[in-house]
């Protein structure tokens, strides 16, 4: 099959490009390079849009919640990531966590069989001459980052993103931990809690910081860790109630053996549709294996984990976007090259799907002679885009998930507990203007 596009990436934003523009009726060549022979550090199967870390969208909470109101748009615009993670979804309180594997063979069973994508594993190592998207992640292939880093001319920036160990569900010991979410949100308990106290805790955090971790190659010494994703005994290094308030945070869940908070939680979060796996939540580590085991099994209600995934480290990379790319994606010097997901510097599963959504649809109204005016920026997609293609230096450019800081603020003196749900008002009234009119169509 002839096609009218290349799409190089079958990950999130790839997939959701290539659904945008076979349902507009082009013809998609996509290109992936799982499944051809080749591997990358951090994937473990070759199917479309697998998620390598966690496996949640993270809130579903299209009231008060940046991501998600970013979740409500990509489905008003009949995104296919967001139809095959309401399909797949598994428990998780507030949050839009899936089975990974059923989601992920979703998402590739729907490309591979509809009539306008032809689905080809092969490793792409050029730049496509004609229209394209490369969509080819944080882990771009040595020859493909080459070609990039020739035709902008500029160095790519990249950070460490880390991988968080999962748990068999029948080795959690149920006699210590129990079944809750925080403040009880959501209609059932959709977290295991693994309390700690003050020694237990202390103890835990010495460890962590005289661990051992893997080490690092000379290549990798002065590349930052991205603040969303930080290793947590990187977090440990920063202070001895560090992780008390981030991913072992103790509020709002009542243990109830004492009625009260405990110093500390461990959270897990179901993995899969069975329920037989569940991810440690915060827990992206670059300990040795042998170190994670041997210290996660510390943690009361862990004495007998059995782990099907230990965590794990791989380097991203990403492109000085808003150096780069002009408003609709494309490359300022070779406009017929778009794009999308984490290789633009966003961060997190959905905004990556989201630039993958956006990029498609702008190279569709291209390919019709068209011009797409982009999202205006008080909805989620605009300001995700406007954070991409218009931060305010590339030089000081960091990866970043959707949130409402990227939003323009809203005007006035407005009450603290009214403004987010002021911010997404005004952001579906924004979308609904902008779906109204004739360049978006």
């Known amino acids: 099959m002839t096609h009218d596009i290349h799409i190089v990436g079958g990950g999130l934003a790839g997939s959701e490009a290539a659904w945008q523009l076979a ?36 809130s579903d909470d299209a009231e008060a919640n940046a991501v998600g109101l970013l979740h409500q748009e990509m489905r008003t615009l009949g995104s296919l990531i967001l139809t095959q993670a309401d ?20 998402v590739t069973d729907t490309l591979a069989n509809h009539p306008n994508v032809t689905l080809v594993r092969e490793r792409v190592d050029a730049l496509p001459e004609g229209p394209a998207i490369l969509a080819t992640g944080p882990l771009t292939a040595p020859a493909l980052a080459d070609a990039i880093g020739g035709a902008t001319g500029a160095e790519a920036l990249a950070f460490f993103d880390a991988l968080a160990p999962i748990v068999y569900r029948d080795s ?72 008390r308030y981030g991913p072992m945070k103790p509020v709002g869940l009542d243990d109830p053996r004492t009625g009260r908070w405990p ?24 300990l040795k294996h042998s170190e994670q085991v041997r210290l996660f099994r510390t943690i009361p209600g862990l004495q007998n984990a059995e782990f099907a995934r230990l965590g794990g480290l791989h380097r991203n990379t990403f492109i000085k976007s808003p150096e780069l790319l002009d408003p609709t994606l494309r490359l300022k010097n070779r ?9 633009t510097g966003c961060e997190g599963y959905i905004e990556s799907a ?24 008080e909805t989620a997609l605009g300001a995700l885009l406007g ?6 230096t590339a030089e000081t450019y960091q990866p970043m998930n959707v949130n409402f800081g990227l939003f323009p603020p809203i005007p006035g003196r407005t009450k603290k507990a009214d403004r987010k749900r002021m911010y997404t008002d005004r952001g579906r009234a924004a979308l609904a203007t902008w779906l109204s009119s004739p360049q978006s169509a």
């Open 23 to 58: 349902e507009a009726g082009f013809k998609v060549r996509l290109s992936e390079m799982r499944g051809s022979g080749e591997k990358t550090p951090a994937h473990q199967t070759d199917g479309l849009a697998e998620l390598v870390c966690s496996n949640s969208f993270r």
């Open 87 to 106: 399909r797949h979804r598994v428990p998780a309180g507030s949050a839009l966590a899936v089975d990974r594997d059923g989601y992920s063979q979703g």
């Open 172 to 243: 959690i010991d149920m006699e210590v931990a129990w079944f809750a979410s925080r403040w009880d949100k959501g209609e059932t308990k959709d977290y295991i809690n693994c309390p700690l106290t003050k020694d237990e805790y202390l103890a835990f955090h010495a460890a962590l910081l005289d661990g051992e971790k893997t080490p690092f190659k000379d290549w990798e010494k002065d590349t930052p860790y991205f603040e969303g994703c930080m290793p947590i005994e990187v977090m440990a290094e920063r202070g001895v109630d560090t992780l």
């Open 263 to 286: 110093y500390a939680v461990v959270q897990l979060r179901q993995d899969n549709a069975q329920g037989s796996l569940w991810n440690i939540v915060g827990f992206q580590t670059k």
């Open 335 to 343: 406009p017929n090259l778009r794009f999308a997901g984490q290789i």
């Open 354 to 377: 989201a630039v993958g959504l956006l990029a498609g649809r702008f190279a569709a109204a291209e390919l019709r002679g068209q011009t797409l005016t982009p999202p205006p920026p």
């Open 387 to 392: 954070h991409i293609t218009g931060a305010a």
